[in-house]
Every structure is written in C-alpha cells, then in structure tokens.
C-alpha cells in the first residue's frame, strides 16, 4: 500500500470520526435543551398534573398560562415524542383542557412538530443510534425495505396500521430515503383521523351542553369507526406487498 493510500485513508477516518463527533454534539445539544424544559416543566408541577383525576387542576394550571398554555401544551408533545413517552394521555388532556376543536388543532400541531423532530434527529444526529436499533430488530428493517419498494405507501401504511410503535417509527424514517416534505404531508394526514377521534371523546365530556355533547360524541364514534375498518383494508390493499406482520414490533 502506497504512502499516499495510507494518508487517504487516515483522511477518511479522521472526517468519519469529525462527522461523528459533530453529530454526536448536535445530540447532545438537542437533549440538553429538552432536559431543560422538562425540569421547568417539573419545578412548575406539570407533570403532577398530567392525570385526567386532575383534570379540574390542570385545566386552571393551563388556564394560568394564558397565550403560553397552547405552546407548552406543543412543547410537551414534542418533549413525548422524541423520549418515546406515550402520547395518548396528552392528547386526551388536550381534548379536555382546549376542548374538541382547539384540542385537535394543538394536538395535530404538536404531534407533528414532534414527529418531525424525532425524524431529523434520527436523520442527522443520532444516526448511529437508530441504525443500531434497525440492525437489532428485523419488524424495523421492513420500514426500510417497504419504503424503497412503495416510497410513501410505507408510511401511509404504518401510520393507519398500529404495527409498530409511533415514535421508534418517527426515528426509523429519519434513516430512510424518504424526503422531509413527503413525511410531513403523509404524516399529519394519517394521524388526523385519531387525533379527531379522540379529541372529540374527550371534548364532550366538559362541553356543559347536552346537544353538543352528543354531537361531539357522534363524531367521535365515526372515527372511531373509521379507524378499526382501516387496518383491515390497508392489509388486503398494500400489506401483502410488505408482508406486513401480525403482531406489533413491541412484543418482540
């Protein structure tokens, strides 16, 4: 091997090793920032408060926030998405808190804007990481292989089946080929639905209106409706395609 071989690879390595050592600051610069918000978080007591038994409390906790109650209530979903923290509770709290409407809107915001950041984190500074976490679980591998077979078919697919688990998924598509835009725009379609769903069920239970209670808790049953036909028809429609498994990567 020649002298100047030998300075060619010792350059790679060296910008290999600077590459990773940047990503690796940009991780760690990110989670510094997220700690931060959650021990403000926690010294303001609002994670006490995330319990719908508390709901009286936490409606007042977020109603002393004024114009800053929707944007923490978006902060905190990103905080769940990208700490792989389950989201359900907080969008049950948003339908209860901001009611039916608002509730859906400030979920659908920082749900995605959650998504988002769980996937530019798993595209660009902890790469690594989620490689390691693909390599180690085959269920995983599919969103790979299924998107550089169906492209964003995969997506639609896995956000309307409850196959694999939400936010390892926001990290996975960061280590795909699938663009920023497309996962944005597959993303928030696909999760609208539930969103709705449950907004709905939970805005009904505060709206001090009988009328629109019911109201409320009709549209809440067609998208709930909705959602256990779609797994069904996604299977017949595009997983055969993927081999889609039966039982959701959490169990393995």
């Not at 390595?13 to 920032?33: E, I, P, T, V």
């Not at 049953?221 to 990567?249: C, H, M, T, Y």
Request: one cysteine or more.
């Amino acid at each position: 091997m020649s002298k100047m071989e030998i300075a060619t690879m010792k350059h790679t390595c060296n910008m290999d090793d600077s590459g990773a050592g940047r990503n690796w600051f940009k991780l760690a610069f990110g989670l510094a920032g997220v700690a931060a918000g959650l021990f403000l978080a926690w010294r303001l007591g609002a994670f006490d408060l995330l319990s719908v038994a508390n709901i009286d409390r936490l409606d007042a906790w977020f109603a002393g926030l004024g114009f800053w109650a929707p944007l923490v209530f978006v902060l905190l979903w990103i905080v769940a998405a990208v700490f792989f923290l389950p989201g359900l509770a907080i969008t049950i709290a948003g339908g209860l808190i901001f009611g039916a409407v608002w509730g859906t809107v400030w979920t659908t915001v920082g749900a995605n804007l959650g998504a988002i950041a769980a996937f530019l984190i798993g595209r660009y500074a902890a790469r690594d990481m989620v490689k390691g976490m693909m390599e180690k679980n085959q269920a995983l591998r599919k969103i790979d292989e299924g998107v550089a077979r169906q492209g964003w078919r995969m997506l639609m697919i896995t956000r309307l089946v409850p196959l694999f688990p939400f936010n390892v998924q926001n990290y996975v598509y960061g280590l795909t080929d699938i663009p920023l835009r497309t996962y944005v725009l597959v993303t928030m379609v696909c999760m609208l639905p539930a969103t709705i769903a449950f907004n709905f069920a939970a805005g009904s239970v505060r709206t001090g209106d009988f009328g629109k209670t019911l109201w409320y808790l009709g549209v809440a049953a067609i998208f709930f409706v909705l959602l256990s036909l779609i797994p069904n028809w996604v299977r017949k429609r595009l997983g055969d395609r993927e081999q889609l498994p039966e039982d959701s990567v959490t169990k393995s």
